[in-house]
């Protein structure tokens, strides 16, 4: 894990008096169900979050919070077994029409017109997302074509264009090559132009750079800020990496056990987390600057298996704020600190005046 740049910086409350932002995508109380032989697990458990047109909102919180299914709904691919258990996922669409995505056929011409064109992902694998006997032209030149409906020359064209952006070198030669004459640095770039080749509005990035050495994650990281500023993309990047965040995110949602427990700018969150879970994993990464022997905190426990729910706050035995008699008994609810700001934490009521 890399260490967080600037952990001190001043808070940035400047989103909170200035007019929010315009979502592309507004998703309020999602619940999402995966059925498994041990019974359904609720991997999503009623998140409210938005994408901000030209945002980046980055997903946080250690492996089962839910993270991915969360990223999977908005294109309404889940696994098999899952479903949309409740609440609605609104994406604007290009006339400015309001696109509920939960209520699509996720095997639907319209939702199958979204994915590619104006939402895309990548993930963790890219090996996963690309075919291993089709070379990269052929794998990107089709997809191009259907969606933006160009002739075989202009798709090529645009493919080159697009690998050639994600610095691949000599482009026009590597379109001929198959997924495993690339390392997987590039393969990765391969998948961002792919990803990117429909000029998508939305993308969604689940741990693009986790399986990448420090170097290739912080180009691709750039490279993603560079396509966010020329094109206006908004982002959606899942990572447990906080160093990741510090870089790349304009806003955060902490997740623990398919909930989202605070949520705010990056300044906020880094500057001044009220969250017990959400300061327990800034105390978890090195910080620089710091000094040599400074310890890092592991997060005590585990996180519960999703069969297996705490009473109350979630968070409770793990929490070393916990309030005997209250933690484990009441459900915290939302409380609002801003427009944006909200943090799932009995401590925090009252108008969130008191830390955590
Ligand atoms: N295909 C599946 N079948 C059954 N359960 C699943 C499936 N995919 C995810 N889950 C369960 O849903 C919950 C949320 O998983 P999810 O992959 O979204 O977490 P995550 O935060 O992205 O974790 P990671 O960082 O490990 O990917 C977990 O309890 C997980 O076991």
Redesign the pocket.
């Known amino acids: 894990m890399r260490p967080i740049p600037m952990l001190e910086r001043a808070p940035d409350f400047s989103m909170n008096v200035a007019a929010p932002p315009e979502a592309l995508v507004t998703v309020q109380d999602l619940k999402v169900q ?1 059925g ?1 032989d041990d019974g359904v ?1 609720r ?1 999503v458990d009623g998140v409210t979050f938005d994408v901000p047109r030209g945002r980046t909102l980055c997903l946080v ?1 250690e ?8 990223g999977r709904a908005l294109m309404n691919l889940l ?1 098999p ?1 899952g479903r949309i258990a409740g609440g609605r996922i609104t994406y604007s669409g290009r006339s400015g029409e309001a696109i509920d995505i939960g209520a699509l056929d996720p095997r639907g011409k319209q939702i199958r017109s979204l994915r590619g064109k104006e939402i895309s992902l990548i993930s963790q694998e890219p090996m996963a997302a690309l075919s291993p006997v089709h070379t990269i032209g052929q794998q990107i030149v089709p997809v191009v074509r259907r969606h933006l409906g160009l002739s075989k020359r202009e798709a090529e064209a645009r493919a080159v264009e697009m690998l050639g952006r994600v610095g691949i070198p000599r482009p026009a030669e590597r379109l001929g090559n198959y997924p495993f004459e690339f390392s997987g640095g590039m393969r990765q770039r391969v998948c961002i132009a792919l990803a990117l080749s429909c000029q998508p509005r939305l993308l969604i990035a689940d ?1 693009p750079t986790t399986a990448l050495d420090v170097t290739t994650q912080a180009n691709i990281i750039d490279l993603l800020q560079e396509l966010q500023r020329e094109d206006g993309l908004s982002i959606l990047f ?1 990572t ?1 990496d906080l160093g990741v965040v510090a870089e790349i995110a304009d806003d955060v949602a902490v ?1 623990y056990l398919g909930k989202i427990v605070e949520r705010g700018t990056v300044d906020e969150i880094f500057a001044d987390p009220r969250h017990p879970y959400t300061q327990a994993l800034l105390k978890s990464v090195p910080r620089l600057g710091a000094g040599r022997n400074t310890r890092l905190a592991a997060i005590r426990g585990m996180v519960p298996s ?1 069969f297996d729910r705490p009473t109350g706050c979630d968070f409770h035995p793990r929490c070393d704020l916990a309030i005997k008699g209250l933690c484990e008994s009441e459900d915290p609810g939302t409380t609002m600190l801003g427009p944006r700001r909200d943090v799932r934490c009995v401590l925090q009521r009252n108008g969130g005046a008191g830390h955590a």
């Open positions: 995966i498994t697990v991997a919180g492996s089962g919070s839910g993270k991915s299914i969360t696994p077994s741990e899942i447990h997740m999703p």
